[in-house]
């Protein structure tokens, strides 16, 4: 069964503007992460921001915060003052266990001039 | 200095013959993974290890052997290569197994292999 979901398989924003991309996940683990990763054409994976299960407050990151719903099982990634340097691939991405990250299917992001 | 180097970054070669992707991080973690992303982009783990010992062994076919000869590399070895085995390959690593650490895991720059 899929753990992450990322419903979004693609989306075209203006420059400037900001950006929400949508993650939600399923876990009965009471303690977990999840992260956001950025894969631009190049094909390198870059991690971009974490947030913990037990973090209070919303990641923040530069212009990267992660809106993070736990009663909703949601993770969104908002990127402010969207880039042309922003396109790429986006990964949200969760704990499982103690051993590993699964991913979701990623959302390509496209910033239009 | 790059912190997960992959080596080659590219390999194309014929079904059949046997091929490996060597892989080495200098941040000090205890443990490393390698990944397969398919033409769709998805990301699967495959294996991980930690501090030299085998943790994770995902579905994965006999004709991948993964060899960690110390903390600092993994390697990762396949027989009789497939035209499905076609993809990308990435190393990555992380601290120790079993902690949240705001660092995430450290992703190598992947190989592309292209079975022909």
């Known amino acids: 069964a899929q753990k992450i979901t990322q419903t979004q398989p693609g989306m075209f924003v203006q420059e400037k503007e900001a950006v929400t991309l949508d993650c939600t996940y399923d876990t009965s683990d009471p303690s977990y992460g999840l992260f956001w990763y950025k894969q631009p054409s190049s094909g390198e994976m870059i991690f971009l921001i974490y947030q913990g299960s037990y973090d209070q407050q919303n990641a923040t990151e530069g212009r990267y915060s992660l809106n993070f719903q736990k009663a909703r099982k949601s993770a969104n990634l908002v990127i402010s003052a969207s880039q042309l340097g922003d396109s790429a691939m986006y990964f949200c991405a969760m704990t499982e266990g103690d051993d590993k990250i699964i991913f979701g299917k990623g959302t390509r992001l496209h910033i239009l001039p | 200095d790059t912190a997960v180097s992959q080596t080659p970054k590219y390999l194309v070669t014929q079904m059949g013959n046997d091929k490996s992707i060597k892989c080495e991080q200098n941040l000090g973690h205890d443990t490393m993974y390698w990944y397969k992303q398919d033409s769709k982009k998805f990301l699967k783990i495959m294996f991980s290890?930690?501090?030299?010992?085998?943790?994770i062994n995902e579905t994965v076919p006999n004709r991948f052997s993964p060899k960690s000869p110390d903390k600092a590399h993994l390697n990762l070895h396949i027989n009789s290569l497939e035209l499905g085995d076609s993809a990308v390959y990435f190393c990555?690593?992380?601290?120790?197994?079993?902690?949240?650490?705001?660092?995430?895991?450290?992703f190598g720059s992947g190989t592309r292999l292209t079975v022909v």
């Open positions: 290890y930690n501090n030299k010992e085998l943790i």
């Open positions: 990555a690593s992380s601290r120790r197994q079993g902690t949240f650490h705001p660092d995430g895991y450290t």
